[in-house]
């Protein structure tokens, strides 16, 4: 019955708009990253850390484009189970499904305390923040355990590129509504 409910705001344009977010974002990952990994390889942070601000984008122009909550957290839920099934972007197993779902509820958490949809640069900039850091802390706590200043330097960081990411993911949107793809 909740379930229902949940589902009932979203339109089929709504649904497919959060599908192809999610097959983006991974479809992005899986280029952005090697790239990355050759500059934060020799300081030691994770290449998905900066690459993140990129890819965590779609969670934010999946609200943004949408204009309703819960879209984020359906978006990672999706590119949870797109990794898991496929196999690419990650190696994590089961656990994506875990990561890339509770980015996006992140975001939507943080969009239903600020009172906004993606609206915004600030609330996009902070979405995509929230996003980043998020994922940053979930794989460090399963997998890298990194000391203090490491992870410092690695929140620092992935901080930004969400930040940035979500300015790319309003500026996105924004283009879209002055063409009249979405309203």
Request: proline share 2%.
């Amino acid at each position: 019955m909740l379930l229902r409910k949940f589902f009932e705001r979203f339109s089929l344009f709504h649904l497919m708009t959060i599908a192809l977010m999610a097959a983006l974002g991974i479809a992005v990952k899986s280029v952005i990253v090697p790239l990355v990994h050759i500059v934060t390889g020799s300081l030691y942070i994770p290449g998905g850390v900066v690459a993140g601000g990129v890819y965590m984008m779609f969670l934010v122009l999946a609200v943004s484009l949408t204009g309703i909550r819960g879209a984020a957290g359906l978006c990672g839920l999706c590119q949870g189970i797109m990794v898991l099934v496929v196999g690419i972007a990650g190696s994590h197993g089961v656990l994506s499904i875990i990561s890339y779902t509770l980015t996006g509820i992140a975001v939507d958490l943080l969009m239903l305390l600020l009172q906004h949809k993606g609206c915004c640069v600030m609330c996009c900039f902070a979405g995509g923040v929230i996003a980043n850091l998020t994922g940053t802390l979930i794989v460090n706590s399963a997998f890298f355990n990194m000391p203090l200043v490491p992870l410092a330097l690695s929140l620092t960081a992935g901080a930004l590129s969400g930040g940035l990411g979500g300015i790319l993911a309003w500026t996105i949107t924004g283009q879209l509504r002055k063409h009249g793809v979405v309203r």
